[in-house]
């Protein structure tokens, strides 16, 4: 399973846990398993087109995801965080 890295400010929906493991073999895939254990979190992440929302980085490994498609292992860590904005 693929270590997931949720941002505070969906923890409301994964029951306050911040680190979660996930069944899958892309981003994609994760996000639908975590969807399914904790509904309405994947759409807090992508959009209906399943692009990441503006406002929302997933980072695999360290490296930026520019898609949910990329490919995921078991032993890989995926971080999403929250753009901060302000003004």
Known sequence: ?????IPSQL???TDGVSRLTAAGDSIAEVLDDLDRRFPGLKFRVV????RIRRHMRIFRNGDRAPNIALPVA???????FGALSGG
């Open 74 to 80: 078991p032993t890989d860590e995926v971080l999403i």
């Open 11 to 13: 923890t409301s929906y």
């Open 47 to 50: 959009d209906e087109q399943d």
């Open 1 to 5: 399973m693929t270590a997931v890295f």
